[in-house]
């Protein structure tokens, strides 16, 4: 039975980092083959694991099972013809699916990540695929090509890696930057070092050790992300780093000085070295140059807000932005939108405002449990975890005012993840034999 959980803990593990490789699974096909996968890994779930283990499972990422599940279901409603809850049944149907996919993901998750070792392993693995797409987006983007590699698409001058959308591989990245900085926390010795000599050969023990691992490749996402030009996505990055930082100096009792220099590199190092040569200037050219009069967005916004007070409960149905739309253009807008760019807006008008609202507050009980982790527990890959999910939630929120990364499924996935991380921070237990203390 061990050696099946092993399977099935992998096959979890390579679907994870599997996610953003498929045009970041934005496409029918992709996330058609995703939901193939997922359900045969449920599949065994359910005849490998014994019922124990699937209550304690639930009992643990309820916060985020019973919202998504209520989610879920809604999706469905709205999708029945009889209804009249719709404005097109077909595309509430197939984000129905899709509410579905994810509910099955969250569910697995819950089941196979059972211990902080595995929580370990996953987060890595996400910053793994990071990484990847980190050092792809840049070595395409430098070489200069037309088309993409793979999948033949048109490349811009700004990275976006195998997604499609550049943003969506900014918010990718953004989350995994989070995750790899809470986790390089996490990994530091916060033991108080005498003289900046014991000081230099811890700093030197890093650069043999698995730190240097997760170091090099928070330098290599900071590159990609600057060279995706994204204002948001690297806005959303900097305001967690701060915070993240802030909350470090404030919680942390015992402060050893590589934890100054850790982040004193990252604001220092990346943000003004690293970036500055892979052009940081253009994208603070791109913010200075940024206006509502060139923008379009605002209007899209104002246009959806007036469709909302029509169906301010119910919606026109989860995934009917496409449709529903058009017909309440002002005509302001002269380019298509098929999204909102705020998905705070885009949620409530498919979905209703009682929907999103829960959907709010699991995400802010996230936030609580991330940050009690962070503060209370004194198993420090746990608090390291929960410090890192904290601060992509916060990057997350930032980045859905402007922009819909929760549209792509790979970045919705991984949000969902870090959620779930969040949670687990604080209700996954500390084995006994490592410590006592929880």
Same mark, same amino acid.
């Given at each position: 039975?061990?050696?099946f ?20 699974? +934005?496409?029918?096909?992709?996330? &058609?083959? +995703? ?18 283990? /699937? ?18 279901? /809604?999706? /469905?409603?709205?999708?029945?013809? &009889? ?11 197939i ?15 819950a ?6 070792? @595995?929580l370990?392993?996953? !987060? ?22 037309? =088309?993409?590699?793979?999948? #033949?698409?048109?490349? %811009? ?5 195998? *997604? ?6 900014? +918010?990718?990245?953004?989350?995994n930057?989070c995750?790899?900085f809470?986790?390089?926390i ?22 043999l050790?698995?730190?240097? *691992? ?15 030009? $994204?204002?948001?996505?690297?806005? !959303? ?7 993240? #930082?802030l909350?470090?100096?404030? *919680? ?5 000085k ?6 004193? %590199? ?12 892979f ?10 140059? =940024? %206006?509502?009069?060139?923008? #379009? ?20 149905? +989860?995934?009917? *932005?496409? %449709?529903t ?6 005509? @302001? ?8 760019h ?14 999103? $609202? ?11 449990? !991330?940050? &009690? !982790?962070?503060?209370?527990?004194t ?15 916060i ?12 549209q ?26 490592? #410590?006592?203390?929880?």
């Open positions: 039975m061990l050696s959980h092993k399977t099935l803990f992998f096959a979890f593990l390579l679907f994870v980092f599997w996610l953003p490789i498929p045009l970041g699974s +934005n496409r029918p096909w992709a996330w &058609s083959i +995703n939901e193939i996968y997922v359900a045969f890994l449920l599949l065994g779930c359910l005849f490998l694991l014994p019922a124990a283990q /699937w209550w304690l499972a639930i009992q643990r990422a309820k916060v985020i099972l019973i919202p998504v599940a209520l989610f879920t279901l /809604w999706s /469905w409603v709205q999708s029945w013809p &009889s209804l009249g809850l719709s404005s097109d049944q077909v595309l509430a149907f984000s129905a699916v899709k509410s579905l996919h994810y509910l099955q993901i969250c569910l697995v998750a089941l196979l990540v059972d211990t902080p070792r @595995k370990k392993i996953l !987060a890595t693995t996400m910053i793994a695929s990071g990484i990847c797409q980190a050092f792809y987006a840049g070595v395409i983007l430098l070489l200069e090509l037309q =088309t993409s590699p793979f999948f #033949s698409l048109p490349l %811009s001058q700004r990275a976006s890696g195998s *997604f499609v959308y550049h943003n969506h591989l900014a +918010n990718f990245l953004m989350l930057l995750l790899g809470g986790l390089l996490a990994e530091l010795n916060h033991q108080t070092t005498q003289g900046w000599r014991e000081t230099l050969k811890k700093l030197l023990a890093i650069l050790s698995d730190k240097a *691992f997760i170091r090099l490749g928070l330098v290599i996402m900071v590159i990609a992300l600057v060279l995706t030009r $994204s204002r948001m996505g690297n806005v !959303a990055f900097f305001v967690a780093l701060s915070i993240g #930082s909350l470090i100096l404030l *919680f942390y009792k015992t402060k050893p590589s934890l100054y220099l850790l982040i004193v %590199s990252l604001f220092i190092v990346d943000a003004l070295v690293v970036s500055n040569w052009g940081l200037d253009k994208v603070r050219q791109r913010l200075a140059e =940024t %206006s509502l009069q060139n923008e #379009s967005r605002d209007d899209v916004v104002r246009d959806a807000l007036h469709a909302i007070q029509e169906r301010p409960l119910t919606g026109f149905g +989860n995934g009917t *932005f496409y %449709s739309y058009p017909s309440y253009n002002q005509g @302001k807008v002269v380019l298509f939108y098929d999204h909102a705020n998905d705070y807006v885009q949620f409530t008008l498919e979905s209703g405002l009682i929907a999103t $609202s829960v959907f709010g507050i699991m995400v802010l009980f996230c936030v609580w449990r !991330a940050l &009690s !982790a962070f503060r209370n527990r198993n420090k890959t746990m608090r390291g975890i929960g410090l890192g999910s904290l601060m992509a939630i990057g997350m929120l930032l980045h859905m005012s402007v922009d819909f990364p929760l792509a499924p790979a970045t919705a996935l991984y949000f969902l993840f870090c959620l779930l991380i969040a949670n687990w921070s604080m209700t996954l237990p500390t084995p006994k034999y490592r #410590s006592s203390r929880t």
